[in-house]
């Protein structure tokens, strides 16, 4: 399933790379902040929900959340950090930004959690998809949306327009399983904090698929 899964979306690379192309030089070097208010309001309420120590009792499905979306946003911060030297467009290179201004303290609030609790903080890893902490992934599959170690590498060898197309055909497909992870901890976490941040992962994280999207020419 993981090979058919990979082979899958590298064909779909191919198909979207003339498209992409032609869209993000049509942006030119206008730039789309348009969901830089959402990534930042993501990284306030991050910043917001590491205070205040009436928020509540915290259960399985907080601890779940935050263990399995600190090492998804580690990848993303990942995947972002290789923009800066191998994107060629502008637009690309500042959706990069703003998912490490946004995701970079998330991390520490959600590792602040789970210290208070008592609760492991994930160690750090190379990038490749780990399995969600309590969840049986005995088939190799890994939390939503995570690359494997083969997609990183391709996006390490990748340059210029064909990094853009790769960067951002990946990075759709990682926000969509994050908005998946919190759409679960907004339904059954109890934690205020964690709920908060999980609405703001939905919110930012949605207007960015948008706009992804609309750089590869699909909107």
């Not at 899958?8 to 208010?37: F, K, N, P, Y």
């Not at 946003?73 to 290179?93: F, N, T, Y």
């Not at 703003?98 to 959690?113: F, H, L, N, Y």
């Not at 391709?154 to 210029?160: D, P, T, V």
């Amino acid at each position: 399933m993981r090979n058919t899964r990979t082979l899958t979306r590298r064909a779909a690379l191919g198909a979207v790379s003339v498209t992409a192309a032609l869209a993000l030089a049509a942006c030119g070097g206008s730039g789309d902040s348009g969901s830089s208010g959402d990534a930042g309001s993501n990284s306030s309420a991050s910043a917001s929900a590491g205070t205040g120590s009436t928020a509540g009792a915290h259960n399985a499905q907080d601890v779940t959340f935050a263990q399995g979306m600190i090492p998804h946003h580690r990848q993303a911060l990942e995947m972002a950090a290789l923009a800066a030297d191998r994107a060629s467009s502008a637009q690309v290179k500042d959706l990069a930004s703003r998912v490490e201004k946004a995701q970079d303290p998330e991390i520490r609030t959600m590792s602040g959690w789970l210290t208070a609790w008592g609760e492991d903080v994930p160690a750090a890893s190379g990038g490749a998809a780990e399995s969600m902490p309590g969840m049986d992934h005995s088939a190799g599959s890994g939390m939503p949306g995570m690359m494997d170690g083969s997609d990183m590498d391709m996006l390490k060898k990748a340059s210029g327009a064909d990094f853009d197309t790769m960067f951002l055909t990946m990075m759709i497909e990682h926000h969509k399983g994050a908005v998946d992870m919190a759409t679960t901890e907004k339904s059954k976490g109890t934690y205020q904090p964690a709920t908060a941040m999980s609405d703001a992962i939905v919110t930012a994280q949605t207007a960015e698929i948008t706009e992804m999207n609309k750089l590869l020419g699909k909107g």
